[in-house]
């Protein structure tokens, strides 16, 4: 894998050593330098997973080119937010005041709410914990996804991630929503849509509904049938007492069948354990938490 190849500001991320945190194919989270500039972090600092990934789960975005009006989309999937919420805690756990934490994602999301193509989606930036808030900066967000072909037999992933700098705001084709629990940055040229500051305090009080999934395409509505005229019912005998009307329980709706989001996050979980990222307690008490989805 070719993991986190380059940064804007002519920095680079280190190679594969005790900085990679977490890696899979073209992903990966790692330890890398501050851009060009920063002030120092306030690094190490301990974070809960739980609270970094309750406070991933609150983003959402929209399509610069699509309706204003329209749904906007989770940034994340919950697969995703399993992994940065582990890989961003231990992060931030070991980073120096000059380094950040940064991630580089792949994942298939829906190109608008209720449509049934997917795309590979690349999305990379960010994290650091400074004057009690932790920043997220977005260099990519759920951007086209590319490969090369090489010798026309293998496909690599050629193309340099960008992590995003605290200098000057991406031009990206999204635009980014703040949970209640966060606020996007503000600079000099006005409020920046890649860059989300999250309060940790606010996070842990506030409660986050996980990524709601993609509704199926709507379709045209069957014609209303007429309704039947109402017959007259026999009134009962004067001596019998009307039966009592026995109450009617709603079905609730079949549960959506798992599918690879959760193979995916049982397989995330078993690689997390065997690199001692987590306890066997925690391994075990989030498999149960993943398998209750089933």
């Avoid at 609150?58 to 009006?69: F, N, P, Q």
């Avoid at 490969?147 to 992933?157: A, L, R, S």
């Avoid at 500051?197 to 014609?223: G, Y």
Wanted: with cysteine.
């Amino acid at each position: 894998m070719l993991a986190a190849c380059g940064v804007l500001q002519g920095t680079s991320t280190p190679a594969k050593s005790d900085a990679v945190i977490w890696e899979r194919d073209d992903q990966s989270v790692v330890l890398g330098p501050q851009d060009d500039g920063a002030p120092p972090n306030d690094h190490p600092v301990t974070l809960a997973p739980d609270d970094i990934e309750k406070m991933l789960s609150g983003l959402r975005l929209t399509h610069t080119d699509e309706d204003a009006e329209g749904s906007p989309l989770a940034v994340f999937t919950p697969g995703q937010i399993e992994i940065l919420g582990e890989g961003i805690a231990e992060g931030l756990a070991r980073a120096r005041p000059s380094e950040d934490v940064m991630f580089s994602m792949i994942g298939s999301h829906r190109l608008s709410p209720g449509a049934f193509a997917r795309r590979n989606r690349l999305t990379a930036g960010r994290a650091f914990f400074r004057d009690d808030h932790l920043n997220v900066i977005f260099g990519e967000l759920q951007s086209p996804y590319r490969k090369k072909n090489v010798y026309g037999q293998i496909d690599e992933d050629f193309y340099p991630r960008n992590f995003g700098s605290r200098a000057s705001a991406e031009d990206l084709d999204t635009k980014l929503i703040a949970s209640p629990a966060a606020a996007l940055h503000r600079g000099p040229d006005g409020e920046r849509s890649d860059w989300v500051i999250f309060d940790p305090d606010l996070a842990r009080a506030e409660v986050v509904s996980p990524p709601a999934p993609a509704q199926a395409a709507p379709t045209q509505p069957e014609p209303a049938k007429p309704e039947p005229a109402p017959r007259a019912e026999p009134e009962p005998p004067a001596d019998l007492a009307p039966p009592t009307p026995v109450p009617v329980r709603p079905v609730p709706p079949p549960e959506p069948e798992p599918g690879s989001e959760i193979e995916q996050r049982l397989e995330t979980l078993k690689r997390l354990r065997e690199k001692g990222l987590i306890s066997e307690d925690a391994y075990r008490k989030k498999m149960e938490d993943i398998l209750g989805d089933l």
